[in-house]
């Protein structure tokens, strides 16, 4: 057995999630490893402001992650750039990485949260941050008297319409169906977005039944759900409908010493201080699995 590749927990991500599992985890004393497969702090890091996250009345997603991955270090969490590819379950678990490494623990967090699903128009990456935006709980405030749009036919969609109706000047929901909105938002029905147009967000091009409509904007929230980025968990722990891994209050998964966090995670608000409560849960229960493990083997 390689003792370098032996751990006692292994956070597969590096967001908000992961490193609250790994400050909890490694300040219980056993060996911690976060792998992150791009930039630690995950899509918070790429936040450019967050005004929500307790203890911070603004601060950027950058800075609030750099300081994340500090405490982790310092609490004597590992962080290693790699992408776990392959879960090999078992009492000890096995994790392949794209660097050819295997690394082995007897407990697991899965960390890897998801992705806004995207409306695939030319400029929607350019304009995220500059009048577009996944979220409208984080960034709803910036638009404070403003005329805005919600995209997207379900719920995700009408609770973000519902949240910016007492705060921006107008609301549109854009969808391609028919339904009924809350109270002070506007519906627009049987309609289609075709192009994006400004840089920043001026508004967007509509098609209608009858016609075509440009439709004048500061922000369009696109509000068509997520998807949890967990190609690794496919087949491995239980998830509902949507790919969501169910968790027990201990964030362990139906398989035991496989714990989950963050915004991979079945739950119904994903926000930074939600994911980092859920690593805080799951570091600190992975770790007592592990320990107990430890002991178990010890006195076998
Ligand atoms: C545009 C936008 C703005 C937002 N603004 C706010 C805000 O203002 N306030 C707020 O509270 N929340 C905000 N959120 C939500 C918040 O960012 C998320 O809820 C939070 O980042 C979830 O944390 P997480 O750790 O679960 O997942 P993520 O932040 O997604 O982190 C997951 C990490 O895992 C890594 N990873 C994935 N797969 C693998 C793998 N196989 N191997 C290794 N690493 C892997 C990813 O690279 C990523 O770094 C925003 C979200 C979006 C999309």
């Known amino acids: 057995m390689n003792m370098e590749n032996d751990y006692d927990v292994i956070i597969a991500g590096g967001g908000p999630a992961g490193l609250a599992a790994a400050i ?31 203890g911070f009345e603004s601060i950027s997603g950058f800075e609030l992650s750099q300081r994340m991955e500090a405490q982790a270090v310092f609490c004597g ?7 776990a590819e392959k879960i090999e379950d078992g ?9 050819g490494e295997v690394l082995r623990a007897p407990a697991l967090v899965l960390a890897t949260g998801s992705e806004p699903r995207k409306l695939g128009l030319g400029g929607e990456k350019e304009l995220l941050g500059a009048g577009l935006s996944y979220c409208a709980t984080c960034d709803g405030n910036f638009f404070r008297g403003k005329t805005v749009a919600v995209v997207g036919g379900g719920s995700h969609a009408a609770a973000s319409a519902e ?32 192009a994006l147009e400004g840089n920043p967000l001026t508004g967007v091009k509509l098609a209608l039944p009858n016609g075509e409509r440009t439709l004048e904007l ?20 239980a998830t509902d409908g949507n790919g ?12 035991n010493g496989i714990f989950a966090a963050g915004d991979s995670v079945k739950k119904s608000l994903r926000q930074i201080a939600t994911a980092v409560s859920d690593g805080a849960i799951a570091g600190q229960f992975a770790a007592v699995y592990a320990k107990r493990f430890k002991n178990l083997t010890a006195t076998k």
């Open 77 to 83: 969490a590992e962080i290693k750039y790699a992408r």
């Open 218 to 237: 500061n922000g369009l929230f696109v509000a068509l759900g997520y998807t949890p980025a967990s190609e690794l968990i496919k087949g491995l722990v």
């Open 24 to 54: 909890y985890s490694a300040r219980s004393g056993v060996r911690t490893v976060v792998l992150e497969s791009l930039a630690v702090g995950g899509v918070a890091a790429a936040t450019p402001v967050i005004e929500n996250y307790p």
């Open 244 to 255: 969501y891994i169910i968790c027990d209050e201990k964030m362990q998964t139906n398989k």
């Open 91 to 99: 009492e000890i678990k096995r994790v392949a990485l794209s660097t």
């Open 163 to 194: 949240y910016l109706a007492p705060i921006a000047k107008k609301v549109y929901r854009i969808h391609s169906g028919k339904l009924a909105v809350a109270d002070g938002v506007e519906n627009i029905e049987n309609a289609r977005i075709q």
